[in-house]
C-alpha cells in the first residue's frame, strides 16, 4: 500500500501522514525515516519529534531511504518525510542526475512492494509559483515533479493538504470522477 501526501509548507500534510500511519499501524510501532539533516533544520526538527512522541521509531536517512526501507521488517508501516528534501539531498550533496534520482526512488517503491511495506510518502508543492530564472532552482523543480510523478503513478492514495484540509486526489488506485490526467487502474 502507498499513500502519497503533498501541499505546501506548514499546510499539515506531515501531521496528516502521522495520523494515517499511526492508525494504520494499530498497536505496532510505526518507523519514520527522516530525511532532513539536524543541523540543516534543528527547530523544524524538534516540533515533529515532540509532536510524534516515543510512539514511532526514527531513522534519519538524507540519501539512502531505499536501503533503508530494504533493511526493516515485512509488512511494516513507513512513513517518508520528506521526498522534497530527499531529492535536493541527492542531487546536490551527490550530483544524481534526473535518471538516477528516479532510479532510486523507484528502487524504494520496489523494496517497498517485495517487503509488503505500507508506505506513506510527504512532499511539498514547489511548482505553484512563478517560473523561475535560475538555472539550478528549475532543475530541481523538475527533477522533483518527476518524482512526484512516478509516486503519484505507483500511489494507491493521493492526497493534497491545502489549509490543512486533506483534498482526495487517487484513492484505491482509481481517480475520482472529474478528475483529468490520469487513468483509472
Known amino acids: 500500500m502507498l499513500t502519497f501526501i503533498s501541499g505546501g509548507a506548514r499546510s ?3 501531521r496528516l501522514a502521522e495520523q494515517m500511519a499511526a492508525d494504520a499501524a494499530g498497536d505496532r510501532k510505526p518507523f519514520y525515516i ?6 540543516e533544520m534543528p527547530e523544524r526538527i ?5 509532536d510524534r512522541g516515543n ?30 528534501v530527499w531529492t535536493s539531498n541527492v ?12 532510479a532510486r526512488f523507484k528502487n524504494l517503491l520496489s523494496i517497498s512492494k517485495r517487503k509488503n511495506l505500507h508506505l506513506f510518502l510527504v512532499s ?16 530541481y523543480i523538475q527533477c522533483l515533479e518527476s518524482v512526484h510523478k512516478v509516486a503519484v503513478h505507483a500511489a ?4 493534497e493538504v491545502l489549509f490543512g484540509l486533506p483534498v ?14 490520469g487513468n483509472n487502474q
Not at 527522516?34 to 543541523?39: C, D, H, I, P, V
Not at 511539498?124 to 532543475?139: C, F, M, Y
Not at 494507491?156 to 492526497?159: A, F, N
Open 124 to 139: 511539498n508543492d514547489v511548482n505553484e509559483g512563478i517560473p523561475l530564472k535560475n538555472r539550478v532552482a528549475d532543475h
Open 91 to 102: 542531487m546536490f550533496s551527490e550530483q544524481l542526475s534526473f535518471a538516477e534520482t528516479a
Open 12 to 14: 499539515g500534510k506531515s
Open 34 to 39: 527522516a530525511t532532513a539533516r539536524k543541523s
Open 156 to 159: 494507491d492514495d493521493v492526497y
Open 168 to 181: 482526495v486526489w487517487k484513492k484505491d488506485g482509481h481517480y475520482p470522477e472529474g478528475v483529468s490526467g
Open 46 to 50: 524538534s516540533i515533529h519529534q515532540l
Open 55 to 84: 510512539r514511532w521509531i526514527t531513522i534519519e536517512e538524507p540519501l539512502y531511504i531505499d536501503a533503508a526501507a530494504g533493511r526493516l521488517p515485512d509488512s511494516s508501516v513507513v512513513l517518508i518525510d520528506c521526498l522534497t
